[in-house]
């Protein structure tokens, strides 16, 4: 039996949010690394630039390195906000955090 338990990560820089090599404004999704913490994300969400929602909803649908991007319309245009939610259930907003895709 193998018994494992989550330790808080001290990364001392900013996370990073990249593109996914070949996306564009018609298929999009992102890699975030740096994430400290426990490093583990629940939920990462994509608001465009005039809208006061977070409509676009991402996941680990395409595998395991990247979060793909559900988009409710295309193309998506930049810049876009980031909210990202934690397995804590800690919430961070950046604005125009993704400024070209």
């Not at 969400?45 to 676009?56: A, C, I, P, Q, Y």
């Not at 991007?69 to 907003?93: E, F, K, M, Y």
């Amino acid at each position: 039996e193998t018994l494992w338990r989550r330790v808080s990560c001290k990364f001392q820089s900013n996370i990073k949010i990249r593109s996914k090599s070949g996306t564009s404004g018609w298929w999009y999704g992102l890699h975030v690394d740096d994430v400290a913490g426990f490093g583990a994300l629940s939920s990462v969400k994509l608001r465009e630039n005039g809208s006061t929602e977070f409509d676009v909803l991402c996941n680990k649908s395409q595998g395991p390195s990247f979060w793909y991007c559900n988009l409710p319309h295309t193309p998506i245009v930049a810049p876009l906000d980031v909210l990202l939610i934690d397995s804590a259930g800690r919430v961070l907003i950046g604005e125009g955090v993704i400024q070209d895709l």
